[in-house]
């Protein structure tokens, strides 16, 4: 049996020793507003547990109220990017990427069969009613099991083994989630950048559902709202994670008050929001964040010229100099944080590619491996990034418990010798005048790799690998396209390589889903046909038919039906393994480094910190909420 870990009960016994907050404690924004009697004081709008951040232990000071954050983002769905930094989630990550306790005061764990979760007494939704069981009922009995709402079913993370769960809501503050086999999938999905929501603020909803209004009056609404139905006004409604709907409540650190499409857009503070700082303070100490459209290929300028107190979205490694020359004069630091993916750029040779000649060349693994063996990662290292990053296969990085040498080194380094004997031990021996080796057709060895055209450091890289493939006899010719179309291509087999970052997640823990490993989605670009059987239930692409790749995904089965983290460590290193083995990706170098500009007066942004998507959700994991502004 697993508990609730002992840091959760540790949080809530320190809740309880909250000090009362003072008026002098109120953020100087909200203090009018308490002072008219239009909002409760602290101490009523805080939760009766509040979920304390440990600033001491975090290495980060205690701050002062106000301030408004200025960033900047490319496009009106950007705003979403606020929920993953905000990161208010039923369970989150920690820095040591454990799970731990957020929105709620406590959970427990049985075998990753039996959850429960206990909230927060008194906690409250931003518009300061009660959040409680009820919002999570109304998710599971009026959306997810809702056939208007939900025509498809569950989502994949509520199945196990095919399999829902039970859920029942013992009293106002308890949910319970049982299922008759293990779901490991289940916690991850709850933590993650884009988590799912197992609630919903069901006191705004209901009046667009129409199992509380009627069929007749829902229908009205929509077609005063010009929505296709009532449920398709419920979904535009209920956007919890595009957070573009200004009417919605949340739990978010803050609250966004602009809808879409606009070109500034304005969030405040959460009245009720539930962390608070050792004082007893509520969080966050930032007022408001301001976020600003500009053409992403723009960022890096306005950034430079000073325009932001944080960023790092659309900022690249080879923007630093540029940055970096700039940061006096326009009073900024640039600091470079960890990126973890397992490779900073990865090809993946589409195993689907519709010519079957050209398939099954892709499927033969001494190709793949010959492809690995005639790149030169040491010269990519030291021409675009400066010697700073580790050529790797794609694979986990050190600072995971998962990491074994060899998954990171087999046929990763650089010999033409080695890469010239395999393309000839499978027949690939004839070359035509340009020494480009001819194919059992008589057709040259000409690669097209499609790229989504986002970088220079990209095409930097494709340019070096170009020639030291031409030393083992293939020609490569890169594609760039918009990503819409560089996706179609992918996924209708027409691509035959493509180019993309490697392993999203580059330090998992056994307990953390190797489901990037194994064909089950059609967006995994080395075999996208493959994935999209397994994601439509068989309704859609092919089954896999290559040994290597059903291992993968019986492995992840049965990682999915483990409750045992030796037995999960087994599958992960074999899933690993595998891949070493068959260069399914083909990595490049990893542990680069992202630049995050940081202005002069904001306060308790680590100096070296993780950056990345899911674990970590960016800034999200490093708290914003106990970000501060020192204006002397």
């Avoid at 594609?479 to 993309?500: A, D, I, L, Y």
Wanted: a positive charge.
């Amino acid at each position: 049996m697993r508990l609730v870990r002992a840091l959760a009960a540790c949080a809530l016994a320190f809740a309880l020793l909250v000090p009362a907050t003072r008026a002098a404690d109120e953020p100087p924004l909200l203090a009018p507003l308490v002072a008219e009697g239009k909002l409760p004081p602290m101490e009523r709008r805080l939760p009766r547990t509040p979920l304390i951040v440990p600033l001491e232990a975090m290495k980060r000071t205690p701050g002062r109220y106000g301030g408004d954050l200025r960033m900047l983002m490319a496009k009106d769905r950007d705003i979403r990017m606020m929920v993953v930094y905000g990161y208010a989630r039923l369970v989150g990550y920690d820095r040591d990427l454990a799970f731990v306790p957020d929105i709620v005061a406590s959970y427990e764990n049985v075998g990753d069969r039996e959850f429960t979760f206990r909230l927060r007494p008194g906690h409250r939704w931003s518009d300061g009613q009660p959040f409680t069981s009820e919002d999570f009922r109304y998710y599971w009995e009026d959306v997810a099991n809702d056939k208007a709402l939900s025509p498809l079913g569950l989502p994949m993370v509520l199945l196990a083994n095919g399999k829902g769960p039970r859920v029942s809501f013992p009293d106002a503050l308890t949910v319970r989630y049982v299922w008759d086999d293990p779901n490991p999938l289940f916690l991850p999905a709850l933590a993650g950048a884009s988590p799912l929501f197992i609630y919903r603020p069901a006191h705004y909803l209901r009046q667009f559902h129409a199992r509380y209004i009627g069929e007749a009056a829902a229908k009205a609404l929509a077609e005063k709202a010009r929505a296709r139905n009532w449920a398709g006004l419920h979904h535009k409604k209920d956007e919890q994670y595009r957070f573009d709907n200004p009417d919605l409540p949340t739990l978010e650190p803050w609250v966004n008050t602009t809808a879409p499409p606009a070109t500034r857009f304005v969030l405040h503070r959460n009245p009720y929001f539930h962390r608070a700082d050792p004082q007893g303070r509520q969080l966050p100490y930032i007022d408001r964040v301001l976020i600003h459209l500009a053409d992403e290929k723009l960022v890096p300028a306005k950034t430079g010229a000073g325009e932001v107190d944080l960023q790092s979205r659309y900022l690249r490694f080879d923007d630093y100099t540029f940055l970096k020359r700039n940061e006096k004069r326009s009073g900024y630091e640039v600091r470079l944080w960890d990126t973890v993916k397992g490779s900073q750029m990865a090809l993946h040779p589409n195993l689907n590619h519709v010519d079957p000649a050209w398939r099954a060349l892709l499927r033969d693994v001494r190709f793949r491996r010959a492809l690995s063996l005639a790149i030169d990662r040491h010269e990519l290292n030291q021409v675009v990034f400066f010697g700073l990053v580790q050529p790797s296969n794609n694979t986990v990085l050190p600072k995971s418990p998962l990491f074994e040498p060899r998954f990171r080194e087999l046929y990763a380094k650089f010999d033409l010798e080695a890469a010239n004997a395999l393309l000839d031990a499978i027949g690939l021996t004839q070359r035509n005048a340009d020494g480009i080796r001819l194919l059992p057709n008589g057709r040259p060895l000409e690669i097209v790799v499609d790229t989504a055209g986002e970088s220079t450091e990209e095409t930097d890289m494709l340019e070096l690998i170009r020639d030291s493939w031409r030393k083992a006899g293939i020609a490569l010719y890169s594609r760039p396209s918009q990503r819409e179309v560089f996706r179609k291509r992918v996924f209708s087999g027409q691509s035959m390589m493509s180019v993309w970052p490697g392993l999203s997640n580059g330090v998992p823990t056994a307990d953390m889903s190797p489901e990037e490993l194994a064909p089950v989605k059609q967006e995994q670009l080395q075999w996208p046909l493959w994935g999209n059987h397994v994601e439509s239930k068989g309704k859609g692409g092919e089954p896999p038919d290559l040994p290597e790749a059903q291992e993968l995904l019986a492995l992840f089965r049965a990682w999915q039906a483990s409750g045992d983290s030796a037995e999960r460590t087994r599958i992960w290193k074999r899933m690993l393994a595998i891949h070493a083995e068959q260069q399914f990706t083909i990595g490049t170098v990893t542990g680069n480094l992202q630049p995050v500009v940081v202005g002069k007066s904001l306060r308790n942004v680590p100096l070296r910190a993780l950056y990345n998507w899911d674990p970590g959700a960016y800034f999200g994991m490093h708290r914003p909420d106990t970000f501060w502004f020192a204006h002397d």
